[in-house]
């Protein structure tokens, strides 16, 4: 059997990521990690998760609910609590804003099966998540670049615009009050509805908070159920991503469109690990976040000061307030996926290339760099023996140190 001449068209688009590649790489003991943006395992509650399950199993009555189907909408007391916590951080909703995904990576992927035929226009940030790029390639889109300056209008006849307004992955940066609000208008003016990718809101450790594009849309509207704007968010990155334990909130008419999408994927998540999370999020969730962002926020600096040591003129780079990512722009000319396959090969260096990173026309003297899995010490290694791989296909000799 010729199984290719069977495949769906929108086959042709779908591609790997670049990002899960390397992860398959984590496990070199020799390898400096400064490429994929995964939790640190040190971050882990090992123990409240253990703590969890026992309470959970120990108990007949949660036992029962725990490992039958739970509901296709979610957990309900999760749902509230989550919704509990979206009104505190100022978009009163309630459970049935909410429902319950496998990571907010299914979030992404329910959203653009709601909204999106073949050939339909997305707008998205560019660059942009990669993760978020492969699910909406699956429904065949056409793509162009969503400006989130203030002043700017989405480009007309998009479905929708595609955001992540805080610590943005890849580039690691963060709308202001300003953008956002001036995004909303624009958006809301054109007929444009938005997703708001927030699975990094947590993780800052500089600056003000800012309200969510979500919560400040639903203050602009009035009520939840009449906003334009769809939000996701996450668990993985600061209590575990095994949990697979995401959320999308919107307009309840929405929700219930996308649990009719989530009945037809995989019924519903596991009841077994929305329990676990919210006995986290209870019980845990502070402490693990203030954890969290005092590791980063360490292995940020040890990386910036590194950067500044060791890069070659002619390379900038971001400085995100939180997060786990730094966008790298190489002199012009430079090919960031050249300079990854080096450092990989040559260096036990992984890095990601940015080219991946744009849906087309992509700018490719770029990389992304992530501070979460390397110490500070093998950052700072790490850096150096990237910025000798750059400062040669630049055409110098060796990097400077500063």
């Excluded at 919107?250 to 994927?265: C, E």
Aim: with cysteine.
């Amino acid at each position: 059997m010729d199984w290719s001449s069977h495949y769906a068209a929108r086959m042709g688009r779908m591609k790997g990521s670049e990002i899960r590649e390397r992860m398959k790489l984590i496990a070199a003991a020799d390898l400096i990690q400064l490429g994929g943006g995964l939790p640190d395992v040190s971050m882990f509650p090992v123990a409240a998760i253990a703590a969890a399950c026992a309470r959970i199993l120990g108990d007949a009555d949660l036992a029962g609910t725990a490992l039958r189907y739970a509901p296709s909408e979610g957990y309900e007391p999760l749902r509230g609590w989550i919704a509990g916590a979206l009104t505190r951080s100022g978009a009163p909703c309630t459970a049935d804003n909410i429902l319950i995904t496998n990571g907010s990576q299914q979030g992404l992927d329910f959203a653009a099966r709601l909204l999106l035929s073949p050939g339909d226009l997305v707008a998205v940030e560019t660059p942009s998540f990669i993760g978020a790029l492969r699910a909406f390639d699956a429904y065949e889109p056409r793509y162009a670049a969503l400006p989130t300056a203030v002043g700017s209008r989405p480009p007309a006849g998009a479905r929708f615009g595609y955001i992540g307004s805080d610590f943005q992955n890849p580039s690691g940066r963060t709308l202001s009050r300003a953008e956002r609000l001036s995004l909303i208008a624009a958006c809301d003016d054109a007929g444009v509805p938005l997703l708001e990718d927030g699975c990094y809101v947590d993780l800052r450790f500089e600056g003000d908070p800012i309200p969510s594009v979500f919560a400040l849309a639903v203050q602009a509207a009035g009520d939840v159920e009449a906003v334009g704007v769809l939000h996701t968010g996450s668990f993985s990155k600061t209590l575990a991503p095994s949990l697979r334990c995401g959320w999308i909130a919107g307009p309840s008419a929405v929700i219930r469109k996308l649990v009719l999408i989530k009945q037809a994927a995989d019924l519903a998540t596991s009841a077994f690990t929305q329990m676990i999370a919210l006995d986290l999020a209870e019980g845990c969730l502070d402490e693990q976040v203030a954890r969290g962002r005092a590791l980063y926020l360490r292995r940020r600096d040890a990386m910036l000061a590194a950067l500044r040591d060791f890069m070659p003129p002619g390379v900038r780079w971001t400085r995100p307030e939180g997060g786990l990512y730094i966008w790298v722009e190489l002199p012009d000319g430079v090919d960031g996926a050249a300079v990854a396959e080096t450092a990989l090969r040559e260096q036990s260096v992984s890095v990601i290339s940015g080219a991946a990173f744009f849906p087309q026309d992509p700018q490719r003297n770029t990389l992304r760099l992530s501070y979460s899995l390397a110490s500070e010490d093998a950052a700072r290694e790490g850096v150096r023996r990237l910025a000798g791989v750059i400062a040669l296909a630049a055409g110098a000799t060796s990097p400077v140190q500063r």
